[in-house]
């Protein structure tokens, strides 16, 4: 009579698929849903000539997501809807040049920022004068800048649109415009000899971070592709790349 098969090898093919689904589970990339709003040139903003998203922060994202092992993918959301759609879990994360504030941070989550803390400036056609900061003043709505001037209680005039904000200025609706300096040293460029930065600084944020849900183990993980990012020069690589050489740094 033959004796009964040993059961070794049957347990050794077990345990060996158990240990390959264990290896493919932890080599699996998350799936990631980002939010960002597309109008925010060169932050982040729809290249014409593709119709997809691009600028700093697409190219940083998808850094970001590579580093921290995420597949990520991305999606247009109207600005002023990004934190009740992100707690309401239409996304899972913000990438939109949002300034880290105590008020939103009560809100929702932030990573460490991925831009440094810079002051916002007033910019104004070029031979305004600084007195042109203290004219009339536009701003966009739903922003750090529009929320400065409610806390103050000064008039402002209020734009949905950053191009519409552009256009009032140089008409001569409105004298100046309250931006952050990152957008301020890209529009140099753009519209070399036209504008200025006129009048007082204004520090208003702590720098711009990745807006997660609460608890989220996102940020932690986004929070370790920063570093990252950061000690290799990648990130300032970057800033300087889509900003330009005078864009403040880590």
């Known amino acids: 009579m033959a004796l009964p098969a040993s059961p070794k090898p049957l347990l050794l093919i077990i345990g060996a698929l158990i240990l390959?689904?264990?290896?493919?589970?932890?080599?699996?990339?998350?799936?990631?849903?980002?939010?960002?709003?597309?109008?925010?040139?060169?932050?982040?903003?729809?290249?014409?000539?593709?119709?997809?998203?691009?600028?700093?922060?697409?190219?940083?994202?998808?850094?970001?997501?590579?580093?921290?092992?995420?597949?990520?993918?991305?999606?247009?959301?109207?600005?002023?809807?990004?934190?009740?759609?992100?707690?309401?879990?239409?996304?899972?994360?913000?990438?939109?040049?949002?300034?880290?504030?105590?008020?939103?941070?009560?809100?929702?989550?932030?990573?460490?920022?991925?831009?440094?803390?810079?002051?916002?400036?007033?910019?104004?056609?070029?031979?305004?004068?600084?007195?042109?900061?203290?004219?009339?003043?536009?701003?966009?709505?739903?922003?750090?800048?529009?929320?400065?001037?409610?806390?103050?209680?000064?008039?402002?005039?209020?734009?949905?649109?950053?191009?519409?904000?552009l256009e009032a200025l140089f008409s001569g609706e409105i004298d100046a415009i309250l931006v952050d300096r990152g957008y301020a040293i890209e529009k140099f460029t753009e519209l070399e000899g036209r504008i200025a930065i006129v009048g007082p600084e204004v520090p208003l944020d702590e720098g711009l971070g990745i807006g997660v849900r609460e608890d989220s183990p996102l940020r932690e993980r986004f929070n370790e592709a920063i570093a990252s990012m950061k000690e290799d020069g990648t990130l300032n690589d970057l800033l300087r790349k889509w900003v330009g050489e005078e864009s403040d740094t880590f």
């Open 20 to 165: 390959a689904s264990i290896l493919s589970l932890a080599c699996r990339s998350d799936s990631v849903l980002i939010a960002t709003d597309g109008s925010y040139h060169p932050f982040n903003f729809i290249d014409e000539s593709t119709g997809e998203i691009d600028g700093l922060e697409r190219e940083m994202g998808d850094e970001l997501c590579r580093r921290a092992n995420l597949e990520c993918e991305w999606t247009i959301n109207e600005w002023e809807d990004m934190i009740p759609d992100l707690r309401a879990e239409e996304f899972d994360a913000i990438i939109a040049g949002m300034s880290i504030t105590p008020e939103r941070d009560q809100l929702i989550d932030f990573t460490d920022p991925y831009y440094p803390p810079s002051p916002s400036v007033y910019l104004a056609r070029t031979g305004a004068g600084d007195s042109a900061a203290q004219g009339i003043v536009g701003a966009m709505e739903e922003t750090i800048h529009s929320d400065y001037f409610q806390a103050t209680g000064r008039e402002y005039v209020g734009f949905d649109d950053p191009d519409g904000r």
